[in-house]
């Protein structure tokens, strides 16, 4: 019985998660506060906006932007609603110290009547329908972004590394170019030395003519 009731108590807290992803919250748009549907995302704004992007070009719709929301027209996708309407999105940083979660605020209403709204299809009320498309995108694109970067700090460490090999190859030439001036230098010591020892017994010799 008590494992009946951990089992229970469990599935209704994932049950109450899963439904919490999508909310209300207020957001302003055309400069007055509306209420509109609200959900959060754990990854960078730049990210999920273009995960929605992708989300919805795979029904044929591209947004156009104004202030910060992208507006899909003219949408005939059950998924998003149960008849045709405009879609707005707008999606920010949660926090400052929340920098890689993101808060989208979304509604749907008539084609080219933002003032009159349109009912949302169930599935984008709930974890499994326009949330997880949209979590499940943005998991994608990220690590489509973390790859392109990775390849760009892999082209770099060995565009830094052949230019390390090309300077080693350049020293070794002028070390050995200095490896034989310095021994063309002891040559010309040993040759200049005797050449002094040369001209010291010269001197020598005068200096005792001036003594006889």
Same mark, same amino acid.
């Given at each position: 019985?008590?494992? !009946? !009731?951990? +089992?229970?108590?469990? *599935?209704?807290?994932? =049950?109450? !998660?899963?439904?919490?992803?999508?909310?209300?919250?207020?957001?302003?748009?055309?400069?007055? @506060?509306?209420? &509109?549907?609200?959900?959060?995302?754990?990854?960078?704004?730049?990210?999920?906006?273009? =995960?929605? /992007?992708?989300?919805?070009? /795979? =029904?044929?719709?591209?947004?156009?932007?104004?202030?910060?929301?992208?507006? *899909?027209?003219?949408?005939? #996708?059950?998924?998003?609603?149960?008849?045709?309407? #405009?879609?707005? &999105? @707008?999606?920010?940083?949660? %926090?400052?110290?929340?920098?890689?979660?993101?808060?989208?605020? *979304?509604?749907?209403?008539? $084609?080219?009547?933002?003032?009159?709204?349109? $009912?949302?299809?169930?599935?984008?009320?709930? %974890?499994?329908? !326009?949330?997880?498309?949209?979590?499940?995108?943005?998991?994608?694109?990220? +690590?489509?972004?973390?790859?392109?970067?990775?390849?760009?700090?892999?082209? /770099?460490?060995?565009?830094?590394? #052949? #230019?390390?090999?090309?300077?080693?190859?350049?020293?070794?030439?002028?070390?050995?170019? +200095?490896?034989?001036? +310095?021994? %063309?230098?002891?040559?010309?010591?040993? %040759?200049?030395?005797?050449? &002094?020892?040369?001209?010291?017994?010269?001197?020598?010799?005068?200096? =005792? /003519?001036?003594?006889?």
């Amino acid at each position: 019985m008590k494992g !009946f !009731f951990l +089992l229970l108590f469990a *599935f209704l807290a994932h =049950s109450t !998660f899963l439904h919490a992803q999508v909310g209300e919250g207020e957001v302003e748009f055309n400069g007055i @506060k509306r209420t &509109v549907k609200r959900m959060e995302i754990n990854n960078e704004p730049d990210i999920v906006e273009q =995960s929605i /992007k992708n989300r919805m070009a /795979k =029904s044929g719709y591209k947004p156009k932007e104004s202030k910060g929301w992208l507006i *899909f027209k003219d949408v005939d #996708d059950r998924e998003v609603s149960d008849e045709r309407s #405009d879609l707005y &999105v @707008k999606v920010e940083r949660k %926090s400052r110290k929340e920098k890689e979660v993101s808060v989208v605020y *979304f509604f749907t209403s008539k $084609p080219n009547d933002h003032a009159t709204p349109v $009912p949302l299809a169930g599935s984008m009320l709930t %974890s499994d329908g !326009f949330y997880e498309q949209v979590s499940a995108e943005s998991v994608a694109s990220k +690590l489509e972004k973390d790859i392109a970067e990775q390849e760009e700090a892999a082209k /770099k460490a060995e565009k830094k590394y #052949d #230019d390390l090999v090309k300077e080693q190859a350049s020293l070794e030439k002028k070390i050995k170019g +200095l490896q034989d001036d +310095l021994e %063309s230098n002891k040559q010309k010591q040993q %040759s200049q030395s005797r050449e &002094v020892e040369n001209q010291r017994k010269m001197l020598e010799q005068l200096k =005792s /003519k001036r003594n006889s």
